[in-house]
């Protein structure tokens, strides 16, 4: 069964890099089907879509983050990345990763989350 | 850019039924779906094209979307259901998520 487990850095400086990580085991992120997704959270608010990208490597932003948004995809590894350039206090959130089925046209799989917080 | 609007906050009683709307504009002609998330946890599928429900998920949770709303029902509700509820839906490629809503089981 296909499991997400996000890493990354918990806490990141302003105007630096926020990068995180997620793993996918238990089946391929090459299966057509599927893209893969970074959502995030910040503390007592709601969710925010952010990004996604398919096994073959072409990303989407949303438009609001685009310029500093980054989704990468190692299929050798069976894992994708994000990376989040020039972050201040309010990139401070709970970053998930997710499997989009587009079968099913939904967020069908999250991973557990992982908190990055921006602070100096 | 699109937005979708949820009332903060539903309340019900314990084996009543719980709505949460969804309102967006031409909701109806986009696919609809409702996640849940309890405190603490990531969020999980209940709803998807509207109204269909993913395995798991009791047949208490049913949706409707028409129109400039989308609806997600809870029928018999329950302690366990007290959760945050977001819709979500796609626009020009990007996808938009409700502000919430948190339903709470008096």
């Known amino acids: 069964q296909l499991q997400l487990q996000e890493s990354g850095s918990g806490l990141v400086k302003p105007s630096q890099t926020l990068s995180v990580t997620c793993a996918v085991s238990?089946?391929?992120?090459?299966?057509?089907?599927?893209?893969w997704s970074w959502i995030r959270q910040p503390p007592g608010k709601g969710l925010e879509w952010i990004g996604y990208i398919y096994h073959t490597g072409n990303p989407y932003y949303n438009p609001s983050l685009r310029s500093r948004v980054t989704i990468s995809v190692d299929t050798s590894k069976n894992q994708f990345s994000l990376k989040l350039s020039s972050v201040t206090a309010a990139d401070t959130a709970v970053y998930f990763c997710a499997n989009y089925d587009n079968k099913s046209g939904s967020f069908d799989l999250w991973g557990q989350g992982t908190m990055v917080t921006v602070s100096s | 850019s699109y937005e979708l609007t949820q009332p903060p906050s539903v309340s019900v009683s314990p084996g009543q039924t719980a709505t949460i709307t969804c309102s967006g504009d031409k909701l109806g002609t986009k696919n609809c779906c409702w996640y849940q998330q309890r405190p603490g946890q990531s969020p999980v599928l209940v709803i998807y094209k509207d109204n269909k429900r993913p395995s798991g998920i009791p047949e208490r949770f049913s949706g409707s979307n028409s129109g400039n709303t989308a609806t997600l029902t809870i029928s018999g509700t329950q302690s366990f259901d007290e959760a945050d509820y977001y819709c979500?839906?796609?626009?020009?490629?990007?996808?938009?998520f409700g502000g919430g809503t948190t339903l709470t089981v008096l």
């Open positions: 979500q839906a796609w626009d020009n490629s990007a996808a938009v």
């Open positions: 238990g089946g391929s992120m090459s299966s057509g089907s599927y893209s």
